[in-house]
């Protein structure tokens, strides 16, 4: 059974940092393409970050050099670390793995930026 399941959503002041993890099982983590995407009330599902299965990496540009995407296959675990947070980044953070036609999600975690 394909489990993706994302934590380390919350409430945090501009400017702060939070860290989201993924967890996944049910598939061979190593191969695949890892993306982190996020969805703000009213808004389309974006991509913030992704992470392929040799370590490359791609930011969008509201993301670069504030946020950090890596992932650790023995654990089988994708991060996102997010610095200086502004209000703009509020949303429900989502977790996908791709490999070719085949696609996973998690069920996402809330991100608040609000003082």
């Known amino acids: 059974q394909v489990q993706l399941v994302e934590s380390g959503g919350g409430l945090v002041q501009p400017g702060g940092s939070l860290r989201l993890s993924c967890a996944a099982s049910g598939f061979t983590f190593s191969r695949y393409t890892m993306n982190w995407y996020r969805q703000a009330p009213g808004k389309e599902r974006e991509l913030v970050a992704l992470?392929?299965?040799?370590?490359?990496?791609n930011y969008a540009d509201s993301a670069k050099g504030r946020f950090t995407i890596s992932r650790d296959n023995a654990k089988s675990t994708v991060y996102l670390q997010m610095n200086s947070l502004k209000p703009q980044d509020t949303a429900v953070y989502y977790c996908?793995?791709?490999?070719?036609?085949?696609?996973?999600w998690g069920q996402g975690t809330q991100v608040t930026v609000s003082s």
């Open positions: 996908k793995s791709t490999l070719g036609w085949t696609v996973y």
């Open positions: 992470i392929n299965s040799f370590g490359g990496v």
